[in-house]
Nanobody, 129 residues
Framework: QVQLVESGGGLVQPGASLRLSCEFSGRTFSDGVLGWFRQASSQETDHVTDTFVAAISWNGASTYYGNSVVGRFTISKDNAKNLIYLKMISLKPEDTAVYYC?????????????????WGQGTQVTVAS
């Protein structure tokens, strides 16, 4: 089992920066990744969408990003502190979502939420003026 605890969410203005943290504990997976998904709800349809944000290999050597955040978000890992970070800059209202820390025990390059084995409780990020 892997335990994931997120922190760092909040309300920020468009263009601002924010850093999320995720403390992980439990098992480690040499072929796995740690990362972030975000879940947003449509006000028009109430439809909830899970979107891949970023991931980093357990050894920290490889990173992966969703198309909508490339160039603005950076994922990093501190092995000594058992933490991963998501640094977000130039935030936009469409970045508003609940951000979940996730882990996959054997990463195949998938961007589908159902392929990630472990999820944290989530932290809300709201971008509004």
């Amino acid at each position: 089992q892997v335990q994931l605890v997120e922190s760092g969410g909040g309300l920020v203005q468009p263009g601002a920066s924010l850093r999320l943290s995720c403390e992980f504990s439990g098992r480690t997976f040499s072929d796995g990744v740690l990362g972030w998904f975000r879940q947003a709800s449509s006000q028009e349809t109430d439809h909830v969408t899970d979107t891949f944000v970023a991931a980093i290999s357990w050894n920290g050597a490889s990173t992966y990003y969703g198309n909508s955040v490339v160039g603005r978000f950076t994922i990093s890992k501190d092995n000594a502190k058992n933490l991963i970070y998501l640094k977000m800059i130039s935030l936009k209202p469409e970045d508003t979502a609940v951000y979940y820390c996730v882990a996959d025990s054997s990463y195949t390059g998938s961007y589908f939420a159902s392929d990630f084995d472990y999820w944290g409780q989530g932290t809300q990020v709201t971008v509004a003026s």
